[in-house]
């Protein structure tokens, strides 16, 4: 059965960038191939994991504000449905990491990643989460929190506007309607095995 | 005004008689499918209630509340609660595992079974005792324990903090919720809900306007002990986020959150339905004593007017919610201890001696 | 203002430092500023004040040991200098005599090295991150000299025996960030509390000291984002007062509007988050409804919503929009039924005022010892306010009213934010007419140089003194640059402000005492 195409309401397909990255991993599930049954049962699932994303608020510095200005009066993403945001890592959906994540905090970012149940996505907002932003200079910060976690959407910005959170959102939801949930999961790419060891005469 | 026990006079006979079954295949499957309805009407509410809360907060705030899941966001719930029931589930270690995994299912036992209680319509009360109040109480303390061995099952400091305060306060406003209560059963003299309800059938005898000062009284602090018993803002305290993260669920993911959520929302009915019961009338409409207006208001069904008013204070109890601080633990026990008890017991002689003298509405 | 320092010998360090504050009145610790001297050795520099004259005078303390440096503390005479002494140990490695707690407080426990000093190796390589928990001692150490002049420990515990530890933080609602308090309870009673700080200390100060002076405008934004605008005034002023840059009068207009709205904005998310840590959300909304407005008028000349990177050495990075002065003035207009809004929802609230009055109390002496600035110190009766106190801009020119209160608690210091909102519409309906023309912007050499001595300057931020420190030897660079974080005095008073509470005071006073961890943490 065929994976549809992501539908997002009042934004066309084409608009979205970097459907590329969808397409690469719907063409992975094709190669699987799915029956009609599995594959209605996962998109029900799966329209309600997307409608549903409730954020850990886990915010470390000015991103957070703006995290904080995406769910009050004028940009309200309550309308999308991600309006619960639950303290307690169990009980959540996503990290929106926001924020810079410093040598100290990259222990606890870790644990409360482990702590969260699956199904769970991670959105890196903000340069500093993305790479270490201005601070990649810095001894104490982590040069990007996919070093620790993996990443789901990165949301670019110094901070990003909260459109750009909703659009990054977006894209979330858009990631997840295309999931796997009967055999095994597929949002995550694989690492290239990459051989260190290789002996010195191994071109000759 | 419709009386829902012709359907049910009617299925009883239908089973017993024309299909000849006996006594105990006709009680169970009677049973089987009010329990089947029970669940049902709690599982519909309990969206109802939380895309209610939703939508009501959201107005209140400037905001618009959920929108693009369904038209006008009617979907909204569903998709929650599609993405709860397989969200990953799993203990966590050094918890009391068997304490763990019990408390939700106590909580929602103690919220389903005082659901049951409702009088829906006219003849449709489910469960109907001669000390159905007092019953009533009974079973809503069970949550307590749910609450508790929650937060001391769940081997987490913020838990235990706030099992100690649930534990606290709900103990403490059931003193106030049950002397309120039986403040009304003063006056109407039964513990039975459908004689409750039928002693609020004269011109304005609805028990707020039969027992005028201390039914107001008692209606007023049975929703605030009403409002702290089921957990919810200004006395959140057990959950309070800001403070205690999630509270006694601090450790629950998936389903077993999705128990204690549900079972917020339905204790917020309860409060609501129950006061509406015993202080506005149940299903019973207003009479005002005019032949034609009764009349009309008879042709309203009994359920309408229910959930009609039941809904009305459970929007009063969202308004509250989203519009009052927390209160401080110490704080709350002192209105409880030092205000809304004394009140309640003053208020309880009072009606007696008003009850005693004849001075209510007739 | 340029330092003079007076130098003490060590023997007779504490002495001294004693006489200024018992003698001279100097009473108010504005910071500590641990230096690496190079060759001198590793010191500290100390900022005095005297509240009565607002005189301000500095102390040098050299200690040219740099394998096992020592300074007495003076934690006794300032009660602010316990958490600065703490943090000059966390970077310089310099051991306080007589210091009761001498742990890092920045910094993992394990961490090897201190990382301000000149010679730290601030390479990927030797500064790699572990995900395993932070080994946390549960004692502590306090250093003295025996009879022999040797450094001798002292371990002393930190936690007894039945104590019911609880983390507040680093990853919950209520703090505000990733601030940690780590919390030794009875029941719902609090008997004492850790701050740990650091889960967003990003090396700013360290940073700043590779950058070129343009460069390290670039980060005070990011410190404290609510007062973004303020940060960066400190830090043009001091550069500009060491190059005695001259600013024109339409830039100190800009500077003293911008500051403004930037504390409305500031103020009006502290009402929210007051607020939402209360559990009353939709106050909470009609706070951050009204911020959107202040933002949209900040954005439309800056450009940005919380970093506005607007103010550069020698002026602002662009004119202000030909709309601005409108927008202002229907800013102003908007915002004045607003507080009533506020004073309605919340502020006359019983709950509010059960839960604000009486809790949290700061005494006058204790916010002045901590050198709790801004509204915290206010809330106390201290007039702190350092527009009044050292007027820069336009500050010495407009008429507001410096707002105190007299109980310091948590209800003083919430009305001391909400009187100042108005204050400071006040004072840019003053200034929004007059705008007088002239040039933005006063063109600086390419490559900026600042001669070579040591600055302090100070502007009023949202929640404190948020004062910059620059020590420059005349290169394109500065040897050293410290900012005074404004939440860091407010976060070692918590403990003092808290003993006896029950947990929920210390959202209360958490809420009001508003602070910004990436401030504190730098």
Known sequence: MEVRKPHIKSIPY???????????????????????????????????????????????????????????????????????????PRQADLIMCAGTITHKMAPVLKRLYDEMAEPKYVVAVGGCAISGGPFKGSYH?????????????????????????????MQLQRKVKIEKFFGGRNRKEKKPVVVTNVPEDFNK | MFDFSIVTTWFDSLLRETLGLGDFLSILIECVLVGVFILAAYAMLAIVLIFMERKVCAYFQCRLGPMRVGPWGVFQVFADVLKMLQKEIFFVDKADKLLYLVAPFLVLIASVGTFSFMPWNKGAGILDFNVGIFLLTAISSIGVVGVFLAGWGSNNKYSVVSAMRGAVQMISYEMSLCLCLITAVVLTGTMQISGIVEAQSGPFGWLVFQGHIPAIIAFIVFLVAGNAEANRGPFDLPEAESELTAGYHTEYSGMGFGFFYLAEYLNMFVIAGVATTVFLGGWMPIHIGVAGVDSFMDCIPGIVWFLGKAFLLV??????????????????????WKYLMPLSLINLVLMTVIVALGWYIK | MKLENIQFELNVFAAEMAKLKNEKHFDFLVTIVGEDFGEEGLGCIYILENTKTHERMSVKAVNADRNEPYIPTVMHLWKSAEILEREVYDFFGIKFLG?????????????????????????????????????????TFEYNLDKDGRLVATKRPLFGDEDYVINIGPQHPATHGVLRLQTVLDGETIKKIYPHCGYIHRGIEKMCESYTYPQTLALTDRMDYLSAMMNRHAL??????????????????????????????????????????LGALTAFIYGMRDREQVLNVMEETTGGRLIQNYYRIGGCQADIDPNFVQNVKKLCAYMKPMFKEYRDIFTGNVILQNRFKNVGRLSMEDAISYGCTGGTGRAAG???????????????????????????????RYMVRMDEMEQSIRIIEQLIDNIPAGDFYIKQKPIIRVPEGQWYTSCEGSRGEIGVYLDSKGDKSPYRLKFRPMGLPLVSALDDLLRGEKIADLIAVGATLDYVIPDIDR
């Open chain 1, 141 to 169: 910060v982590v040069k990007g929190i996919e070093e620790i976690i993996p990443v789901d959407v990165f949301v670019p910005g110094c901070p990003p506007r909260p459109e750009a959170i909703l659009y990054g959102m």
């Open chain 3, 382 to 412: 201290w007039h702190n306010d350092v527009r009044k106190n050292h007027p820069y801009d336009m500050y010495g020119k407009v008429d507001f009213d410096e707002i105190t209160y007299q109980n310091g608690d948590c209800f003083d």
């Open chain 1, 14 to 88: 084409a608009e979205f960038k970097d459907n590329e990255s969808l397409e690469k991993i719907v063409n992975e599930l094709h190669e699987g191939g799915v029956d009609v049954f599995v594959g209605s049962l996962d998109q029900a699932i799966n329209w309600g994991r997307s409608n549903s994303l409730w954020s850990l608020t886990f915010a470390t510095s000015c991103c957070g504000i703006e995290f904080m200005a995406v769910g009050c009066a004028r940009y309200d993403f309550a309308r999308f449905g991600f309006e619960v945001t639950r303290n307690s």
């Open chain 3, 99 to 139: 210091h009761k707690d001498m742990r890092r407080i920045y910094l993992r426990s394990d961490f090897e090295g201190y990382p301000f000093r000149k010679d730290y190796d601030m390479s990927a390589d030797n500064n790699r991150y572990v995900l395993t928990d932070d080994p946390e001692p549960d004692y």
């Open chain 3, 236 to 277: 043009c002023s001091v550069i500009e007062e060491a190059m005695g840059v001259e600013i024109t009068d339409r830039i100190k207009y800009i500077r003293t509007i911008m500051d403004e709205l930037q504390r409305l904005d500031s103020h009006l998310l502290f009402y929210g988050c007051c607020a939402q840590d």
């Open chain 2, 315 to 336: 929007w009063v109890l969202l308004w509250i919610r989203w519009s009052f601080p927390r209160l401080r633990i110490d704080q709350i026990l002192k209105l409880e």
